[in-house]
T-cell receptor
Framework: DGGITQSPKYLFRKEGQNVTLSCEQN?????MYWYRQDPGQGLRLIYYSQIVNDFQKGDIAEGYSVSREKKESFPLTVTSAQKNPTAFYLC????????????FGQGTRLTVV | AQSVTQLGSHVSVSEGALVLLRCNYSSSVPPYLFWYVQYPNQGLQLLLKYTSAATLVKGINGFEAEFKKSETSFHLTKPSAHMSDAAEYFC??????????????FGEGTQLTVNP
């Protein structure tokens, strides 16, 4: 079945550590996205990529980094510069066009301990 | 820039009652609008989308939404709530390709509670 796989589902980070969240899709979509979800704030865009080897900052990119070396993969690194990283992170992919929907992974819940 | 506003962060209905979740949009061009549902600790699942083909859009699980340009609204309804409808619902608008890579911009969400 086609879909998006995020791993791990739960992740714990010590303060000062970098952690990487995995996102893999087999939908053959060019565009991929990372969103952060906090209670009462909806989904906020961190980074997005429209093609391999290219990506752009979203609304809240500070303290995060991404790469897009393969079409199927779009990992997100939460760096120690992110002051409040505890949140639910969602990866999505999308076919071209304004009328196409985004497909989401199951999310990764990151907690700083 | 396109945006959506969801009125009411929490909505509570009785089982069997009408569900009405409100979404208003702001867009300088004809919008593409979406409703998603999220169950606890899961990703988002598409309920339905408006792409200008028809103003009344039917989705999964008995939900539908009507696009009203005069009211800039895209409210989500279901005639009879079921316990399994309890979840968080998000309205989203598709942004301009040239400036934002066809990203979706989401509302803040509405938590639906269904009482027995």
């Amino acid at each position: 079945d086609g879909g998006i796989t995020q791993s791990p589902k739960y992740l714990f980070r010590k303060e000062g550590q970098n952690v990487t969240l995995s996102c893999e899709q087999n939908l053959n979509h060019d565009a991929m996205y990372w969103y952060r979800q906090d209670p009462g704030q909806g989904l906020r865009l961190i980074y997005y990529s429209q093609i391999v080897n290219d990506f752009q900052k979203g609304d809240i990119a500070e303290g995060y980094s991404v790469s897009r070396e393969k079409k199927e993969s779009f990992p997100l690194t939460v760096t120690s510069a992110q002051k409040n990283p505890t949140a639910f992170y969602l990866c999505a992919s999308k076919a071209p066009g304004l009328d196409t929907e985004a497909f989401f992974g199951q999310g990764t819940r990151l907690t700083v301990v | 820039a396109q945006s959506v506003t969801q009125l009411g962060s929490h909505v509570s209905v009785s089982e069997g009652a009408l569900v009405l979740l409100r979404c208003n949009y702001s867009s300088s061009v004809p919008p593409y609008l979406f409703w998603y549902v999220q169950y606890p600790n899961q990703g988002l699942q598409l309920l339905l989308k408006y792409t200008s083909a028809a103003t009344l859009v039917k989705g999964i699980n008995g939900f539908e939404a009507e696009f009203k340009k005069s009211e800039t609204s895209f409210h989500l309804t279901k005639p009879s709530a079921h316990m399994s409808d309890a979840a968080e619902y998000f309205c989203a608008v598709s942004a301009d390709r040239e400036t934002s890579g066809s990203r979706l911009t989401f509302g803040e969400g509405t938590q639906l509670t269904v009482n027995p």
